[in-house]
């Protein structure tokens, strides 16, 4: 009635900004002078926040990446001031300086840009795990410093869950991308159980022993090791809590070996076509797995010839980790289109926190239940008098109004003030418009449960490992 | 009703077969759950088929060929089915259903009514569903052993395709055969013995020296060496599913054999 013709404010909303630089912008000279460490994270976060106009805001520091993710009132405002927080990092910088490197988002674009971050898929190995882990602790940090608001804690949020998303439903991250992860890879499609198996590392060069730690952390129990420098043995022994052979007698050993890692510096075969024969002959034909990292190849290359051992050199290796990377990039394709899908998921809840559609649906929710009480009431009562009928409709309008004007009065004050957001989203809750559902038809408990647990555990979700994935990049 | 049940059961496993030859070429494995789903109503079908035929008959009907060929592939299947579910190896199945589904052919093509037994040879299903069941064990070692051959010549050749990537380790596929025949070889055994007893029951003698039946010892102590081979030298591995292979096309040879003879036929 008269409320639908009151004129309904129209509200400016927030804007989301991303600014940063990363491996694919910036030289590393430039990155590390950017980087936040992790004890002056609170410091930084709490100076982005004291900026004018900046309502929300997360900060991203890894070595490959410097970004600021933040709610602002004013786009170009918020881009200036970001730039200035990002210049102030470092004495060292001026705000010129870093114009060259930086990039800046706006809202589809912004969160566009935060979900690819969030998959890897802007990474520089594609799919690798550990940026998902390094934007939870951003996320974690920022809940901390409650520098991040209703805004973007449900982003990250989401961010994150379509990432595991990503992980779950492509292969993004399934197949290995280094030479020494390649090798385990390899040893699975031979042997099903790894920790039945025995290791025999010859030589102590770094790539076999990057394997050999790989093998290890996927199951492999029993490791035997031999260098030409007994010394050397006994402390890589030490080290892979494994025994160490003595350099001349480890060819014999190869009989018990399930998988030998061979990289040493000799310019010369070291297991010849003879040894692997004698061996496999003695495993009674079990078969045998050798990896030869070694340049020149320490293993005679006609054991490839032999049934039941199975070798792969370098090259083997390496055009395996091309293979993969080249079905990464396939999968990305598929990774692309399901973050486009999640970023308009998210830009269609963040137009609901509009407060107009808002007041309008509190309006309409209100409208809702009224009708239907005065409906089910004259039902009840009969034939009524035309003036008992409009008694009964006033006073279910006057205790509908008066009980609205408290929150519409308050939703319309603070459609400009900084927590906005939160404002709606607690209207949403309170009286169940929840938008992802039909907002009339469903009732407010269910709808207010769910959204209750998922707001409840985020720092909980966070605490939770990447799965899979190859551990290859260190942390920055 | 047996008919229909029957029929079923071929459209179902022909879908099936399609179904996992399609999953075993492409990438993705999206259709392993639309094979396994069809595969499971197939054996249900065929399940019912063989029980209602039972029922309709009033006897345990496994004495006919094509009693014993239906029956073998249902065993078959269902010795996938119980292998999917510990395993979770999907791409078996694009190997046993063809198998199941030609064996589920040559059971429509041979003569489909009840054979009227003689009351001596009321017990000849003992023989038959025991030298079936064996027999299902060499068939499951026969695929393990291509299975495994494939896999062996793809990682020795460094061609690392989708087959690659769907066939499981080869020790898998080395204990699968390993297991199949371990199983497969004693349910054989009695199975003969079975049969032995029936043929002195219905005719006097144990063995009547009939080419068939020495094709069958020869299969037999064949395998006997096969597993003793494994189980003493080392026969495992690429010998062993090599052996397999060899062993099951005798099998399957000697069976031909049987059914052209007994059927006339052009034998």
Redo the contacts between chains.
Sequence with gaps: MAASHERIPTVHRMNIIAVGLSHKTAPVEVRERLAVPESRLGEALHRLCGYQGIKEGVLLSTCNRVEVYAVVDDVEAGFARVQEFLADTHLSLSSEQLTPHLYWHTDGRAIGHLFRVAASLDSMVIGEPQILGQLKDAFEASLTHKTSGVVLNKLLQKAISAAKRVRTETKIAETAVSVSYAAVELAKKIFSNLSEKTVLLVGAGEMAKLAAKHLINNGVQRVMITTRNPQGAIELAQRFNGTSIPFDEFRRAMAEADIVLCSTGAAHYLIRAADVEEAVRRRMNRPIFLIDISVPRNIEPAVKDIDNAFLFDIDDLEMRVEQNREERRREAVKAEGMVEEEVAISLQWLKSLDVTPTIVALRKRAEDIKQAEIDKVMARLGHLSPQERSAIEGLASAIVNKLLHGPLITLKAEAHSAGSSMYVEAAKRFFGLDTDQSPAATPAEPALARSDKREAAPVAALKQNVPGGEPEQKRA | MPVTFFIATIILYFAGTGFFLAYLLRRSEALSQVSLGVTAVGFLTHTLALLTRMLEAGQVTLASFHEAMSFFSWALVLVFLFVEIRHRIHVLGSFILPLALISLLSAAALPKEVPTLEPVLKTVWVHVTLSMLGTVGFAVAFVAGIMYLI?DGL??S?R?NVL?SK??????LDRLNQQSIVMGFPLLTVGIIAGAFSAEFARGSYLSWNPEQLWALVTWLFYFVVLMGRLT???????AAYLTIIGFAGVVLTFIGVVLKAHGGVA
């Design positions: 896999q990682l020795k460094k690392f690659y066939l499981p380790p080869l020790d898998f030298v080392g026969w495992r591995a690429k010998r």
